[in-house]
């Protein structure tokens, strides 16, 4: 398995621009989200997923949208990039349901977003 | 709202120390509790988490913790660190029956050979 994989791994952008974030897993995870991580803020989440065609907000939805066609992709797009979109961005999935054992999240190698 | 509190924002400890990393949380139900690990360059790994049960988790790389639910605590513990443990350490929660998890805003432990 190749676990959660994220596309780019580096990216630059001028102010304005949109772009989309990969994300894919091959665990067949119900459960995929967003974070974003900023120096001394820790991990804050953006959106996230509990299947295919359901998606919700999380701390900090502002500026990003997502949608989940599939079990295995969930993108996330920068409709008009602002400086304050700087950040590393991590994508996380798990099983989801039952008594909750499973729950833990796998990340990904994230993507290191930078915006002039 | 949720809230996770990590304390310690940097900690520097030479190698043999013992470590205690604290993490409180907000929030009067049941919750699922993670500490997660993120070495220079890598993605997080979970190093540990507590569902139910034994408040005392052990988890990889001789780690543990102790959910204190009194405290609403969930410290992590390691009697004697290495080198290979500098890395940021994040404690995490879940809500039972909420879909979010919130993390803190990390320590970053430096060990010195």
């Known amino acids: 398995n190749a676990g959660v994989t994220q596309t780019p791994k580096f990216q630059v952008l001028k102010t304005g621009q949109s772009m989309t974030l990969q994300c894919a897993q091959d665990?067949?995870?119900?459960?995929m989200s967003w974070y974003r991580q900023d120096p001394g803020m820790g991990l804050r989440l953006i959106h996230y997923?509990?299947?295919?065609?359901?998606?919700d907000q999380g701390e900090v939805p502002n500026g990003y949208n997502v949608s989940r066609s599939t079990t295995e992709d969930f993108p996330l797009r920068l409709l008009s990039a602002a400086p304050s979109q700087t950040s590393v961005y991590f994508c996380?999935?798990?099983?989801?349901?039952?008594?909750?054992?499973?729950?833990?999240?796998?990340f990904g190698p994230g993507t290191r977003l930078t915006v002039l | 709202a949720q809230s996770v509190s990590q304390h310690n924002h940097h900690v520097i400890l030479s190698e043999a120390a013992s470590l205690e990393l604290g993490c409180n949380y907000s929030?009067?139900?049941?919750?699922?509790l993670f500490w997660y690990v993120q070495y220079p360059g890598q993605h997080l790994q979970l190093l540990l988490k507590?569902?139910?049960?034994?408040?005392l988790v052990k988890g990889i790389k001789g780690f543990e913790a102790e959910f204190i639910k009194s405290k609403f605590s969930f410290n992590l513990r390691k009697p004697s660190v290495q080198w290979s443990d500098t890395a940021e350490y994040f404690c995490?929660?879940?809500?039972?029956?909420?879909?979010?998890?919130?993390f803190g805003t990390g320590t970053r432990l430096k060990v010195l050979a």
């Open positions: 996380a999935s798990s099983q989801w349901g039952g008594a909750g054992e499973d729950n833990e999240q796998f």
């Open positions: 665990m067949n995870h119900e459960y």
């Open positions: 997923s509990v299947g295919a065609g359901i998606t």
């Open positions: 929030y009067g139900g049941t919750v699922n």
């Open positions: 507590y569902f139910s049960g034994d408040p």
């Open positions: 995490a929660v879940r809500a039972s029956g909420t879909y979010k998890y919130i």
